[in-house]
């Protein structure tokens, strides 16, 4: 099993940075991709960016530019560095990863960090 601790949510105005973090714990073997998904209220869960093991990245449109994702991968942890915020941004971020643990291979997933952005 893996644990996903976030880090970094909160309450900025429109134009303001926040960084996410996310660390795993627990038996990993290997850590394949990294990712941060959000969801705003009303609406689905959907990917923001996702970075792999050997730090290839891809980002949704709406974020290019602003966002940056990055990893260590000797502390097993993920990074979410977000400029330029604006409203829509608002959202419950989940961290995410795919990873080769006890039994298997898997999904796993944070229990969320609020971001709020006010204009």
């Known amino acids: 099993q893996v644990q996903l601790v976030e880090s970094g949510g909160g309450l900025v105005h429109a134009g303001g940075s926040l960084r996410l973090s996310c660390a795993a714990s627990g038996n990993i073997f290997n850590i394949y991709i990294m990712a941060w998904y959000r969801q705003a209220p009303g609406k689905q869960r959907g990917l923001v960016a996702k970075?792999?093991?050997?730090?290839?990245?891809d980002y949704i449109d709406s974020v290019k530019g602003r966002f940056t994702i990055s990893r260590d991968n000797a502390k097993n942890t993920v990074y979410l560095q977000m400029n330029s915020l604006n409203t829509e941004d608002t959202a419950v971020y989940y961290c995410?990863?795919?990873?080769?643990?006890?039994?298997?291979?898997?999904?796993?997933w944070g229990q969320g960090t609020q971001v709020t952005v006010s204009s």
């Open positions: 995410y990863t795919f990873a080769h643990s006890i039994p298997g291979i898997s999904a796993y």
């Open positions: 970075i792999t093991s050997d730090g290839n990245t």
